[in-house]
């Protein structure tokens, strides 16, 4: 890539991190390949993305980091401590090759719990399994969570021992002489009386403290009013850590499940969703939509949104959390039922972790929608410029490129970038092989590719609203003539950048500017180096530029590598490398007996006939 396509590239990233949401989060970054190859977080991911080009990050392989990504993604979460957690969880995934890996990879904390035991208990685990039992969790600080655990153990006296110490015991242990424990293991405890117990415990996982706090608030206010002070500030710090829980510090309940929850955020026409894929438990991805011109009802946007989001052979989870109470979420279970082999429930949680999750789903659908209006803004100025530039009729969306590669006038190739709204559509990119002609002919390989182009666009109703020749005026003659022939009325204009130090003279200027060759106008329009315009088109030419000369080495490389020997069907790579690794050479091939070739290619003697035959031809 070019040193100017390079700075382009890092302009974009910049704009990226300069529009990234001011909330807590994890941020992703791929390279070309759409591979991640690191995962960081953020106490606000806008002003962390920021010091990466602000010189504030301090680490020297930044640059080297910076030079590999093509794209930021950012997870919003709700909480520092969650992102904390959701961090550690993509890098488990992704093993992103610029994130250092502990040694000590333990996982975090969590919290277990049996309902099936005959006296369930708080267990502290590591892992978590899908093994029926109740998982919260898990916790970033595990010294916050051992206050937590002391607490409870304080306030409500469930046993704290294994199973095998509480089935041998033959008398009450000193848990239960200070009143942490109730002694299922000796004493008549009734069951319900002990679940009872187990449901307050649980109350103030799930941050249901009200009534613990208020109880022990009344202790601190009792032995302050009884001058015992140092007792009241325990109770004080007691109180502290529940309230810090309150709000349900924990990311997920966590029960090994598979679920997708869709967020949304709607203004208008316009609206953001945002998917977040929940596997055994842990969130794995995010996945945003932004969408204009909604015609529909919030209810059938999600039921259309879902139903897309599913085509395609993406796995679809056994639980799908939506928005707002559907009227149609019946017809949708059955529907997606069918296409999963298995059940499949849709529905909408208020409470708990699930309103959680659906709580962060919508900050995230926010986040998209913001810095989707913050671009689409951006692009309106851009298209706005070439519109009133240009003269056009109308201000593009769609925008194309051409531009022609060849090698002395040999494996002449085209290609065509298209951006739309002012971002690249990499999957709409043509190429095109313009192999017949024997000398450099620019003007008439632009004519064809124009003509290919604009003549299948027509045909599936994709013309663009303006097309962009990489070339001069010659170019934009030929390139006039193929869409005036095919009848059509797509706006064409070409782009290039002063060679000579002549031109430069000639211009009164100091540096070499881009110039647009617009039709109709005598001279050249020179456009200011800074403007957002002048931005905008280079990116452009610079992308097919890079498209077409990669398309054009893949094509010469091919043929230069390409013996007699690859035209004969029939004949694999394997058989290929195995014959010319004992022959060395094709000539020596096509002198040998059709039964030596048949061995050493290990092939059928009527294949090795052919080859005789094919390279004795050539």
């Excluded at 941020?27 to 591979?35: G, K, P, S, T």
Aim: neutral net charge; hydrophobic residues 40%.
């Amino acid at each position: 890539m070019s040193e100017q396509s390079a700075e382009e590239k890092i302009e974009v990233l910049r704009l990226q991190a300069l529009n990234a949401p001011a909330e807590p989060g994890v941020y992703l970054m791929r390279d070309a390949a759409h591979v991640v190859i690191y995962v960081g977080k953020a106490k606000s991911l806008c002003a962390r993305l920021k010091t990466y080009f602000s010189g504030g990050d301090g680490r020297y392989q930044i640059e080297f980091l910076l030079r590999r990504v093509v794209v930021f993604e950012t997870i919003v979460t709700q909480t520092e401590e969650q992102a904390f957690i959701l961090e550690r969880d993509l890098i488990a995934k992704y093993k992103p090759r610029y994130n250092i890996r502990l040694k000590d990879d333990k996982s975090y904390l969590s919290i277990r719990i049996d309902e099936r035991s005959e006296w369930p208990r708080l267990e502290l685990v590591r892992r978590t399994e899908n093994d029926g039992a109740t998982y919260y969790g898990p916790y970033a600080f595990s010294g916050e969570l051992r206050n937590l655990l002391e607490v409870i153990r304080k306030v409500i006296p469930l046993r704290t021992c294994s199973d095998s110490v509480l089935y041998n015991r033959q008398r009450p242990c000193l848990e239960y002489q200070i009143k942490r424990c109730c002694a299922p293991c000796c004493l008549p405890i009734p069951p319900e009386e002990y679940r009872d117990l187990l449901k307050q415990a649980v109350g103030i996982l799930e941050g249901k403290t009200a009534a613990t706090i208020k109880k022990m608030s009344a202790k601190m206010e009792s032995a302050a009013e009884g001058l015992r002070f140092e007792e009241a500030a325990a109770w004080r710090d007691r109180v502290e850590v529940l309230e810090s829980f309150q709000a349900g510090h924990s990311l997920i309940t966590f029960r090994g499940e598979n679920r997708d929850v869709f967020g949304m955020v709607r203004e208008g026409e316009s609206a953001a969703v945002c998917v977040l894929l929940v596997r055994n438990g842990r969130i794995t991805e995010s996945k945003p939509f932004v969408l204009d011109d909604v015609q529909v009802s919030d209810e059938e946007l999600i039921e259309a949104v879902v139903q897309q989001f599913y085509e395609g052979g993406r796995e679809i989870p056994c639980e799908i959390i939506v928005p707002f109470e559907m009227t149609n979420a019946s017809v949708m279970e059955v529907g997606l039922a069918a296409r999963r082999g298995g059940k499949v429930s849709v529905l909408f949680a208020q409470r708990g972790s699930k309103a959680r999750l659906l709580d962060m789903a919508e900050i995230n659908a926010r986040a998209s929608f913001v810095g989707a209006r913050t671009k689409e803004s951006e692009w309106d100025s851009v298209a706005e410029a070439l519109r009133q530039t240009l003269g056009l009729r109308q201000s593009p969306r769609r925008v194309e490129c051409v531009d022609i590669s060849n090698f002395q006038g040999s494996d002449t190739v085209g290609a065509v970038v298209v951006f739309f709204d002012g971002v690249a559509d990499k999957r709409a990119y043509r190429r095109y092989n313009l192999s017949h002609y024997e000398s450099p002919n620019d003007f008439a390989s632009i004519y064809e590719v124009v003509s290919r182009r604009l003549k299948r666009g027509a045909a599936e109703n994709t013309l663009p609203d303006l097309l962009v020749i990489d070339g001069g005026a010659g170019q934009l003659s030929m390139a006039l003539q193929a869409r005036d022939e095919l009848g059509l009325s797509v706006e064409i204009v070409a782009l290039a950048k002063m060679r000579t130090e002549s031109e430069v003279q000639s211009a009164d200027v100091t540096w070499k500017p881009e110039r647009l060759f617009i039709p109709g106008r005598e001279e050249s329009l020179l456009l200011d180096e800074g403007a957002p315009l002048t931005r905008f088109l280079s990116r452009i030419r610079d992308e097919v530029h890079r498209f077409v000369i990669t398309f054009h080495r893949e094509k010469r490389a091919k043929r230069v590598f390409q013996t007699r020997l690859d035209v004969v069907s029939g004949v694999s790579v394997e058989m290929r490398r195995r014959l010319l690794r004992h022959f060395q050479t094709v000539q020596a091939i096509g002198s040998a007996a059709p039964e030596e070739i048949a061995s050493i290619g290990r092939m059928p003697i009527t294949l090795a006939r052919r080859i005789v035959v094919e390279l004795k031809k050539a």
